[in-house]
């Protein structure tokens, strides 16, 4: 299956935009609860607007379209950069910012299938995405259906035995309508990535399990887009691996110079500062 003629152009609005604005939107809603997985989203904004606004196809007045792309959010506790991305996108309504983590939002603070319109998977149960993610890749083959299934997943998935499985299936079952995603920030909670269980050689080992793989940096634009569009211009009938070193908290420069950036403790004095830095390097 050749993917490169899905790209769908979404509007004059740059991608650097977009990002900028899924790191706002982001820290607004950060700012309502005083807390939440803020440096993964900021971290991974550039690779959420490169999807949503590049690569994938979908309708914002049906996220339920038959004919979609799946963007499965395997790592739960990023719920609030895909809040982000999907308000940006006009699948979610940006009046509802502020109810992020309140009783009966539609957006808690770790992401459910069932409340939120966008959210293909209750995610959170670190190494199942890719599972899910190989099954209704399957599933969307078998109905002669041509969408694609992208998976975003943490470095931390990669020391799960079931992440492993589920690349064996992929690739024995010719799966070339599935592409991960795979956010290397090289942070866990108890420490880096590399020093709790080490993965390296990525790329070889992906391959290694019968993948077209790739490893760019998740915080350059541009190279993010030709990755997406060299996964999606690959001829061979296999399943495609992106992954993305990508920098905790870029963009507040403050907050990425923390030293436990798993979860980066923001002091309440600190939001509006980080709003403030941000908007310093507003692209045109």
């Known amino acids: 299956m050749n993917l490169a003629s899905r790209s769908v152009a979404r509007s004059n609005v740059s991608l650097e935009l977009r990002a900028w604005n899924i790191r706002r939107k982001a820290l607004l809603m950060g700012q309502v609860q005083g807390q939440g997985y803020i440096g993964q989203a900021l971290g991974i904004a550039d690779v959420l607007a490169a999807s949503y606004f590049h690569a994938l196809e979908y309708r914002p007045e049906d996220p339920e379209w038959e004919g979609r792309d799946r963007f499965l959010l395997s790592i739960g506790h990023y719920a609030i950069a895909l809040y982000a991305v999907l308000m940006e996108a006009g699948i979610l309504p940006e009046d509802e910012l502020e109810t992020y983590g309140m009783d009966d939002s539609r957006m808690p603070m770790s992401g459910m299938a069932s409340y939120t319109p966008g959210m293909e998977i209750t995610g959170g149960s670190l190494g199942h995405g890719l599972g899910i993610a190989v099954g209704m890749a399957m599933g969307l083959k078998r109905k002669n259906n041509k969408a694609v299934v992208y998976n975003l997943m943490s470095d931390g998935e990669l020391g799960e035995g079931s992440t492993w499985e589920a690349a064996m299936s992929g690739a024995h079952h010719k799966l070339d309508n599935l592409i991960c995603l795979v956010d290397f920030n090289d942070q866990q909670a108890d420490g ?74 923001v002091e309440a004095d600190e939001w509006d500062k980080a709003l403030a830095v941000l908007e310093e390097g507003k692209p045109a």
Not at 195 to 210: D, I, N, Q, R, V
Not at 222 to 233: P, W, Y
């Open 192 to 265: 880096k990535s590399t020093e709790m269980l080490c993965s390296e050689p990525l790329p070889e080992k992906w391959e290694a399990f019968g993948w077209h793989a790739q490893r760019v940096n998740g915080n350059d634009l541009a190279a993010v887009v030709h990755a997406f569009d060299k996964a999606r211009a690959v001829k061979d009938a296999k399943p495609r691996v992106i992954i993305f070193d990508t920098t905790m908290c870029k963009g507040v420069p403050f907050l990425e110079r923390r030293e436990i950036t798993h979860f980066v403790r």
